[in-house]
């Protein structure tokens, strides 16, 4: 099966995390390297992006979610985007934002830190839980009520309350007071903002009142929401893109010239027909031979299978119409391809990817639906190898 994937990556239709200029882990460990964490090795790659990025007394980190390399052709012409880009870099994968914001938080690859995708399964803890969202999946019950931790589900801290500089982030309103917000950002400010007016203020208070050395975060979310309702090509999009590159002008513009901006993404996106969609339910045969049915992503769906049901499961497999369209590996089919990065996978990302993923070529989703609940019927989904899911930018300004 891994000869499908090698193929893939060679013919340029699916695209390696590790084979870019670098990888969107190696450019976090950059930003920790120049605010004076010690705890990663310098490589060429993140001496490369450090001399890129330059050493600054002020750093503001932008990650505009969504904002992949296939949406190049909507950036304005002569704006931010389009004259400050510098390279294009790879994300991790899986290609989705629960497992990019964790490595960005903790400076780890998801072969070390574990988690799987939107829905990571939690084996030692008997649950499905969206970290992001701190809840469990089918009774959407808060995994605080469960008496769970965010450290529970996530076997490393997050290193932002160890830069040499002052942290502050900017959070969207909605998510910045959830457990997930406070733990990735290590205890450190944060200011909420509900519209890129206060945004700009903000922003613009708190470059007046600069001092030592900082570290700003900025997190935008609005492209990859737009991009999931409507697809990657939509006007809707396009639109949005244009905004943000205007928020990020006058970012610049109001900002001294000791601050060094720095945007990227986490992933991008692609389109998937709608004959390609998939959904499961309990009722389904192949169901029944697994354990909280499929958890990651749609378009790298991780499978956990009951003892004993492997041939069962494989046999059932076979016969969904989604078999046509997904080849299963092992945890260690891909870790040996590095795709979960460079280091071997830890005990949690071993126990979180359970017996198989699915990877496909084309895109393709496929949705376990608990009882009672609907299909999300996504157009734009991430998670998988594609380029426009993998390929992302880096634009220093």
């Not at 090698?6 to 590790?18: D, T, V």
């Not at 705890?39 to 007394?57: A, R, S």
């Not at 072969?111 to 084996?123: D, I, R, S, V, Y």
């Not at 494989?314 to 016969?319: D, H, T, Y």
Request: charged share 20%; aromatic share 8%.
């Amino acid at each position: 099966m891994a000869d499908t994937l090698l193929r893939a990556f060679e013919s340029g239709e699916l695209s390696h995390p590790m084979r870019g200029e670098a990888n969107s882990v190696e450019l976090f460990r950059a930003m920790a390297l120049l605010s004076g964490v010690k705890l990663f090795k310098e490589t060429p790659t993140t001496e490369k992006l450090c001399n890129v990025i330059g050493h600054h007394d002020h750093y503001l980190f932008v990650l505009v979610d969504g904002l992949g390399m296939n949406l190049k052709d909507r950036f304005p012409s002569g704006g931010f985007l389009e004259s400050t880009l510098q390279h294009e870099i790879r994300s991790v994968f899986p290609s989705t934002t629960s497992v990019a914001l964790t490595s960005l938080a903790t400076g780890l690859w998801p072969a070390e830190h574990g988690l799987t995708g939107w829905w990571t399964h939690f084996p030692e803890h008997r649950r499905v839980i969206a970290p992001l969202i701190f809840t469990e999946r089918g009774t959407r019950t808060a995994a605080d009520q469960l008496g769970l931790t965010v450290e529970d589900l996530i076997p490393t801290r997050p290193i932002l309350g160890s830069f040499f500089r002052d942290p502050r982030s900017f959070l969207p309103a909605h998510i910045s007071e959830g457990r997930y917000a406070a733990w990735s950002r290590d205890g450190t400010p944060i200011d909420p903002f509900r519209s890129h007016g206060q945004l700009k203020r903000m922003i613009r208070r708190d470059a007046a009142a600069l001092r030592g050395p900082s570290y700003r975060y900025l997190y935008l979310l609005t492209v990859d929401k737009l991009c999931h309702k409507y697809g990657t090509a939509s006007d809707q999009v396009t639109a949005d893109i244009n905004r943000v590159d205007r928020l990020l002008t006058r970012i610049r513009d109001m900002l001294p010239h000791t601050v060094r901006m720095i945007v990227t993404a986490d992933h991008g996106l692609v389109d998937v027909p709608p004959e390609r969609h998939f959904s499961w339910r309990d009722e389904d045969p192949v169901c029944a031979h697994l354990l909280g049915g499929q958890s990651g992503e749609g378009t790298t769906p991780v499978f956990h299978v009951k003892p004993g049901h492997d041939e069962s499961f494989l046999e059932e497999f076979g016969r969904t119409e989604a078999a046509a369209h997904y080849t299963l590996h092992t945890p260690d089919e891909l870790a040996k391809l590095d795709l979960y990065g460079p280091e071997p996978l830890s005990d949690a990302a071993r126990t979180h990817l359970g017996q198989y993923i699915g990877i496909a070529v084309e895109p393709t989703r496929l949705e376990y639906l608990p009882p009672g609940s609907d299909p999300v019927n996504h157009v734009g989904v991430h998670g998988g190898l594609r380029p426009a899911e993998i390929n992302i930018p880096l634009c220093v300004a």
